[in-house]
């Protein structure tokens, strides 16, 4: 505490960036089919006097809508001073700098954290992460040179 009473804040700050991940347009599409889907099952229901399925319909689609983002909102990659952090929706994992063992450009179609194909490759020595940061070359730049600095 300084002399006024304050709480003073410390000299250290830990370093983060954040990345938000790149989204492909189609990949959107493919998410929202479902739920569209069912409103427009559901429009039609509703014109042939089927009130009940219609409801149902939508139920359908606003729980697929809620399951969705539950999986894919926030989609977003923190590099710490010491560990890659990642998160889209409820999934999240750290990755320690010292167990990284290769960073490479990926265009994979294997599932992932990520909701684009420009993907990067992060490897440990037991398992590899796909992912997609909108700026995925000064990504790679600054995870590359956080790694070097933690070995």
Same mark, same amino acid.
């Given at each position: 505490?300084?002399?006024?009473?304050?709480?003073?804040?410390? &000299?250290?700050?830990?370093?983060?960036?954040?990345?938000?991940?790149?989204?492909?347009?189609?990949?959107?599409?493919?998410?929202?089919?479902?739920?569209?889907?069912?409103?427009?099952? &559901?429009?039609?229901?509703?014109?042939?006097?089927?009130?009940?399925?219609?409801?149902?319909?939508?139920?359908?689609?606003?729980?697929?809508?809620?399951?969705?983002?539950?999986?894919?909102?926030?989609?977003?990659?923190?590099?710490?001073?010491?560990?890659?952090?990642?998160?889209?929706?409820?999934?999240?994992?750290?990755?320690?700098?010292?167990?990284?063992?290769?960073?490479?450009?990926?265009?994979?179609?294997?599932?992932?954290? &990520?909701?684009?194909?420009?993907?990067i490759k992060?490897?440990? &020595?037991?398992?590899?992460?796909?992912?997609?940061?909108?700026?995925?070359d000064r990504?790679?730049?600054?995870?590359?040179?956080?790694?070097?600095?933690?070995?």
């Amino acid at each position: 505490m300084s002399e006024g009473g304050a709480l003073e804040t410390p &000299a250290f700050s830990p370093r983060q960036s954040v990345y938000s991940s790149k989204v492909d347009w189609w990949i959107v599409v493919l998410l929202l089919a479902g739920p569209l889907a069912c409103v427009v099952l &559901a429009a039609m229901l509703m014109t042939q006097g089927k009130l009940q399925d219609a409801l149902t319909m939508l139920v359908i689609g606003a729980a697929t809508l809620m399951l969705t983002g539950l999986v894919t909102v926030p989609c977003r990659y923190t590099l710490l001073d010491d560990s890659l952090s990642i998160r889209c929706g409820v999934y999240f994992t750290r990755i320690p700098l010292d167990r990284i063992r290769a960073i490479e450009p990926s265009r994979s179609w294997l599932s992932g954290p &990520a909701l684009s194909l420009q993907r990067i490759k992060v490897s440990t &020595a037991s398992r590899y992460y796909l992912i997609s940061p909108a700026d995925r070359d000064r990504f790679i730049e600054e995870l590359t040179a956080a790694v070097k600095r933690n070995r």
